[in-house]
Structures are given as C-alpha cells and as structure tokens.
C-alpha cells in the first residue's frame, strides 16, 4: 500500500481542535484534502499539532472510516500505512483531554509534545 501523494489533491477544509472519534482534541489541526476517483472522491486528513505532522488517514467521502493511517516517523519520512483508524483512547487530567499518537516498535512518533498535550492517546496502530 503507498502513501497518498497530496501534491495530486486539493486542500478542501481546515479544521482546527478536531474531533477524534467523539474527543474534541485541542490544537489538534486536520487539513482535508480531496480529489476525484472516477465516481468516487478520495479523501485524505493531515493531523498536526504545533505545526508537526502527526499523522495522515485516508478512504473516500462518505465511507463511515478512514481506510488506512500512517504515523510520521521521527526522521520526517511516513510510517508504513495500516488499515483503519487511529482510535483513541480517552484520558483525562483533570478538565483537559487531547492526544499524542502511541505507536509500536516499527513506527514511532515524530516528536514529543508538550506535556499539557498528552491527555489522550491514540493507541497503537
């Protein structure tokens, strides 16, 4: 399975404390991407935090979830693509919830966030 190539999309909405699986996740920024394909659209979600990409998660419009996801690596490049969508696990601090993606040993995450960020986690791909 490849990676979505983006440069062949068109950036169709931006969406700043995205909503993950019912988890409103603040700063989280999701930038929507479509293109046609044939009958259908194909759609792709880049999520960052801080303006460090996270992850990316595709499928086509309507489908209730995404296809495939793929963590970035801490070396800039993309995590292999694996079926479905990150879930996400709910953990409160207090008030605040938010999300930092959890990987296994063959993807790790680009970057640590800041702390007050890791409230919630998407559980291994």
């Known amino acids: 399975m490849l ?10 909405k931006v969406i700043d404390d995205v909503d993950l699986d019912g ?3 603040p700063g989280l ?12 659209t194909s ?10 990409e996270l992850f990316m998660a595709w499928g086509y419009v309507g489908e209730p979830h995404c ?14 693509p694996r079926p479905g969508c990150p879930p996400v696990a709910r953990v409160y601090d207090g008030a605040r ?12 995450p680009t970057s640590s966030l800041p702390r007050p960020m890791i409230k919630a986690s998407l559980k291994s791909l």
């Open 3 to 12: 990676l979505p190539v983006l440069s062949e999309y068109r950036l169709h």
């Open 23 to 25: 988890v409103v996740v």
């Open 29 to 40: 920024r999701g930038s929507f991407h479509r293109r046609p394909a044939g009958v259908r």
């Open 43 to 52: 759609t792709v979600g880049v999520y960052s935090y801080a303006g460090v």
């Open 67 to 80: 296809r495939f996801t793929a963590l970035r690596r801490p070396d800039g490049g993309w995590g292999r």
């Open 97 to 108: 919830v938010a999300a930092s993606p959890s990987t296994d040993a063959s993807s790790r």
